[in-house]
């Protein structure tokens, strides 16, 4: 990374981003009770909050704020301050919460950092897998101390595609119809339920491609820096950002050929 004036800045959001997602995954690890149940609903019933994520959120909220007063700060749990800085955290406390719910190990906790409308730090720390994913904006993108690349791209027919599905019964089936319609066309399509672990398995090479409708800014704002930092491509539909409407990533000849196809498959609307 070249030397700047905000070379430090950075440096310093890393190692508080860090640090917080290790302490929340501590917590969420060693502190989650043995009858954990669902404490609110959102969307729909299914869409879940337990207590974890409000306390997860409450751990990282707090520690953001001892070393860092004056940022703003955008939680999924409903933290959510302007700040005078500059710099704004986005924190999920727990991607993937119904993984967790049912203890399976896709969850993570997903913190990132954003300079001027722009995200410059991620960190996505899965404890049940044992990784944790960092990517400052111009360094690279890297789990643990291994530089990830995101895998070279396979023929489009051979590519495996990750996905996720929302909570809203009208937007799951729109959702569905458009996985019958892609399925043909790839390799295969996984499931994952964590949109942060998606986009870090792209970083990774685990996956050739990632698409979602429905995400959040807390769901793909520390995934994204990574994925694009290993050498993927981002964005929402053709032109524009990832956003609530589409976000995409994929190895770059992949991104080439998927992009335009959820377009025509209508993956941006329910």
């Known amino acids: ?69 004056d940022d703003g700060l955008l939680g999924e749990e409903g933290a959510n301050s302007a700040g005078s800085s500059g710099v704004r955290w986005v924190v999920d406390p727990i991607d993937g919460t119904v993984n967790y719910l049912y203890g399976r190990q896709d969850w993570a906790v997903s913190i990132a950092a954003e300079l001027a409308g722009e995200t410059v730090v991620g960190v996505v720390a899965a404890p049940a897998r044992g990784h944790v994913y960092h990517a400052v904006r111009g360094a690279g993108a890297w789990l643990g101390g291994e530089r990830l690349h995101c895998r070279p791209a396979p023929p489009f027919a051979e590519a495996l595609i990750g996905t996720g599905f929302g909570y809203v019964r009208e937007r799951r089936q729109a959702q569905a119809e458009v996985v019958a319609r892609l399925l043909p066309q790839v390799r295969d399509i996984r499931r994952s339920g964590s949109a942060a672990l998606d986009l870090c398995d792209v970083a990774a090479g685990r996956l050739d491609g990632y698409y979602e409708r429905g995400t959040h800014a807390w ?48 993956a941006w609307h329910d």
Do not use: C, N, W
């Open 1 to 69: 990374m070249t030397d700047t004036p905000e070379t430090g800045l950075y440096t310093e959001l890393l190692d508080i981003a860090l640090e917080a997602a290790r302490r929340a995954g501590a917590l969420l690890r060693e502190e989650r009770p043995e009858g954990l149940g669902v404490a609110a609903t959102k969307t729909s019933p299914i869409d879940v909050v337990t207590e974890m994520d409000l306390a997860s959120e409450k751990l990282i909220t707090a520690y953001l704020a001892e070393f860092r007063p």
């Open 219 to 266: 769901d793909h704002a520390a995934g994204e820096l990574i994925a694009r930092e290993a050498g993927a491509l981002t964005g929402g539909r053709p032109g524009r950002p990832v956003g609530p409407e589409l976000a995409v990533a994929a190895s770059p000849a992949v991104f080439d050929e998927l992009q335009p196809l959820l377009e025509d498959l209508g």
